[in-house]
T-cell receptor
């Protein structure tokens, strides 16, 4: 079945450091790919998405490129801020028979940014 | 536009009881999905409803059930609660034809 593997955390960085969180997936067909972020005590917020190969999703300085040849969707940010401290989830979805979509998530990577 | 709302935000129940959680989707969104989040299992899909019909179901026992009303609001019910049902239950709504699911803040259920 479909699955998502993302790098184990936690990740601790200093402010203004470069961030990479690796994400690879296994899926049949052509899934859509997402990064969600979860701040303490809150639900998930959609950070960015890509719906086809070579698409680049971007938002708030974060970027990720849909690489079908390597089945990857790595999250990057050039200069992190303390406010970026959160848990980041990579996810995929496919439209199943009947039109339903369900998200399959990675385990999450906790990021802490120190001033 | 108001986001996805979930009630209650926190709930404490005793083993063996049952519980009902509520979710109101974003206006115009007819698809509602439910997910369970635990430290051990991560985020797992429970079920998805569209136009009052369950379209998809995850691998959870029959104690977990749900429904959707004509105004797209959804409820999920867990009967005969077990300690392992302690989790954050997240609801997400989606507009038909669009890829994104938007999540509510979740209901934190603690079973003692």
């Amino acid at each position: 079945g479909d699955s998502v593997t993302q790098m184990e955390g936690p990740v601790t960085l200093s402010e203004e450091a470069f961030l990479t969180i690796n994400c690879t997936y296994t899926a049949t067909g052509y899934p859509s790919l997402f990064w969600y972020v979860q701040y303490p005590g809150e639900g998930l917020q959609l950070l960015l998405k890509a719906t086809k190969a070579d698409d680049k999703g971007s938002n708030k300085g974060f970027e990720a490129t849909y690489r079908k040849e390597t089945t990857s969707f790595h999250l990057e940010k050039g200069s992190v801020q303390v406010s970026d401290s959160a848990v980041y989830f990579c996810a995929l979805s496919r439209i199943t028979q009947g039109g339903s979509e369900k998200l399959v998530f990675g385990k999450g990577t906790k990021l802490t940014v120190n001033p | 536009k108001a986001g996805v709302t979930q009630t209650p935000r926190y709930l404490i129940k005793t083993r063996g009881q049952q519980v009902t959680l509520s979710c109101s989707p974003i206006s115009g969104h007819r698809s509602v999905s439910w997910y369970q989040q635990t430290p051990g299992q991560g985020l797992q899909f429970l079920f998805e409803y569209f136009s009052e019909t369950q379209r998809n179901k995850g691998n959870f026992p029959g104690r977990f059930s749900g429904r959707q009303f004509s105004n797209s609001r959804s409820e999920m019910n867990v009967s005969t609660l077990e300690l392992g049902d302690s989790a954050l239950y997240l609801c997400a709504s989606q507009r038909e034809g669009f890829y994104e699911q938007y999540f509510g803040p979740g209901t934190r259920l603690t079973v003692t």
